[in-house]
């Protein structure tokens, strides 16, 4: 004979289970930020001098995170102002906690922005976003404007040797080798060393790595770039 208070309890358990699966917060499990290749042309004053920051143009950063919850269907979260912003080049633009990007006006060129936030396996860490800083086009200077790095995304085995050159690109046009006057670092020393006047280094372990290279004029305007060195 059916015996009614199993029954009972297997309802009262049903009743639950909705309730308990429900106790644990979604877990964030991914990050994605935009837009992904702003480029911003530094403003002038009417004189043609680097205008102040506070009349250079921002752009809107936006961080959207992915959650994830047992028994719930996938959900998304405007993040933006909760999410922790950086550079790999902090000369080149200024970014605040709400994630907005502005020229620092020490530096033009291109470099990374990424975004941060404690999620269910750890840090969890968002795409890149390639922000450039450009002088107007018919801004005349003598000035390097910007560089080209050689080899531009090389593969290379663990172990091997690496080395670099760039070549640096004027307002008038001009080219130049800047590769023993630049300064050179590696994001990931675990991964690559390079000497920082030289452009030469040694590939260490499977890994990637950005290359990352600085040239100061003589007025002490910073071009900078970078090239990502994949080693396998």
């Known amino acids: 004979m059916f015996d009614r ?3 009972k309890a297997l309802v009262l358990i049903g009743l639950l289970a909705p309730i308990v699966s429900c106790e644990t917060s979604p877990s964030l499990t991914s990050i994605v930020i935009s837009p992904t290749t702003p480029t911003i042309t530094v403003a002038l004053n ?10 250079q143009i921002g752009i809107n950063y936006r961080a959207i995170g992915y959650y994830t919850h047992p028994g719930h269907p996938p ?31 020490k530096a033009i060129g ?7 936030m404690p999620g269910f396996n750890g840090i969890i860490i968002s795409n890149d976003s390639t922000y450039t800083v450009n002088l107007p086009s018919g801004f005349e200077t003598s000035d390097v404007v910007s560089l080209d790095i050689e080899p531009a995304s ?29 300064v050179w670092s590696s994001s990931n020393t675990g991964v690559a060393t390079i ?7 040694k590939a260490l372990a499977a890994g990637s790595s950005a290359i990352v290279v600085t040239f100061t004029n003589p007025d002490g305007l910073e071009v900078t770039a970078f090239t990502i060195l994949t080693v396998t």
């Open 5 to 7: 208070r199993y029954l």
């Open 46 to 55: 009417g004189n043609g001098s680097l205008a102040p920051s506070g009349a």
């Open 75 to 105: 959900e998304t979260r405007d993040i933006t102002d909760q999410v922790s912003w950086t550079t790999d080049i902090p000369d080149l633009v200024n970014i605040s906690t709400e994630g907005v990007a502005t020229p620092a006006l």
């Open 110 to 116: 291109f470099c990374d922005i990424t975004a941060t």
């Open 154 to 182: 090389p593969v290379v085995t663990s172990g091997s040797p690496i080395g670099f050159s760039v070549i640096g690109t004027t307002g008038t046009g001009d080219t130049v080798d800047v590769t023993r006057a630049s």
């Open 195 to 201: 000497g920082a006047r030289t452009g030469s280094g």
